[in-house]
């Protein structure tokens, strides 16, 4: 398939900002609640200093123990991750961690909505894919150690920008998981 | 009621530290998949030194937008905030943010399970208390700024201590939203 046309680009905006406006727009509409978790800290030293609020002034980035978004929709449970990648040709493993594939797996195994949301930052181009067919490249073979754009292409799913909401990825969702 | 006695006792242990052990159960036994989620940081400033991890100096606390724990269990979205007071008689709204009450509002427009798990530290005792009862006290009166421990023994659910898992709260969702 040619590369889709991307008529409002990306102006800057990386796919976390996409996605925090689109899941704030779901929210607003009511269409889902679905939230970006926090990011995961380890907390060494806080100061509290008088008439102002609490500093923490040692801390330190932990792996996460899930994946970042998560939240319900048309009553189901909902769960995925997003990453952005520079490469142009495939998708590397090694931007998963291995707590989040087997939390993906968990979300499955009890009936829940899990994928990926992967943009290709230097093709401007953003797909959704389902979290079984990841855990198949990752646990079904040996030789590759990222799934092939081609492979994103053929069994995802193009999610097109727009101006508002960014990133209408439950409409993906609908076609994939509700039809 | 009576106050019902506490085979186990506290231990030293707080309501989080409980909850965690009890969702690691869970997980671990594939009966429910539920996360606490992050502390919400606000990050001002990182260093990155050579040859070791990225060391934020300088963040703050950020008010949380959701309610911390949340997750699936047969098959369903499954959400709730757990809080720890060392009052007597009454359960306090301060403890519960207004955007933790839009969210269970949410939750609940959704047909999303929502609660609260609320400890009397002092009393050492814990209680399931259903969110859409305790947003009926927040928005359905003016006199109280409280919900009185008598309400939340008859409308709630007394939680036991016991060994492992250590507060196996998901047996009173049974009873309740499964049943
Ligand atoms: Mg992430
Ligand atoms: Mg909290």
């Not at 978790?37 to 008088?50: A, G, L």
């Not at 978004?69 to 909902?78: A, Q, V």
């Not at 993906?104 to 990926?116: K, Q, S, T, V």
């Not at 069994?155 to 039809?179: E, M, T, W």
Request: glycine share 6%; aromatic share 14%.
């Amino acid at each position: 398939t040619s590369s889709p046309s991307n008529l409002f680009g990306n102006r800057g905006m990386t796919l976390e900002q996409d996605l925090n406006d689109t899941n704030q727009y779901y929210r607003s509409t009511g269409k889902a609640v679905i939230h970006k978790k926090p990011t995961p800290v380890q907390i060494v030293h806080v100061d509290y200093p008088k008439r102002s609020a609490a500093k923490i002034t040692e801390a330190y980035f932990k792996q996460p123990s899930t994946t970042d978004y998560n939240g319900i929709y048309r009553g189901s449970y909902i769960d995925f991750e997003a990453k952005e990648t520079r490469n142009k040709t495939s998708f590397p493993f090694g931007n998963i961690h291995a707590h989040q594939m087997e939390h993906m797996h968990d979300i499955l195994r009890h009936d829940g909505i899990a994928f990926l949301i992967i943009r290709f930052t230097l093709l401007e181009q953003t797909y959704l894919y389902d979290a079984s067919l990841f855990l198949d490249w990752y646990f079904g073979q040996k030789e590759r150690k990222s799934i092939p754009l081609q492979d994103i292409r053929e069994n995802g799913h193009y999610i097109p920008l727009q101006y508002s909401p960014r990133i209408n990825y439950l409409d993906i969702v609908d076609l994939i998981y509700f039809s």
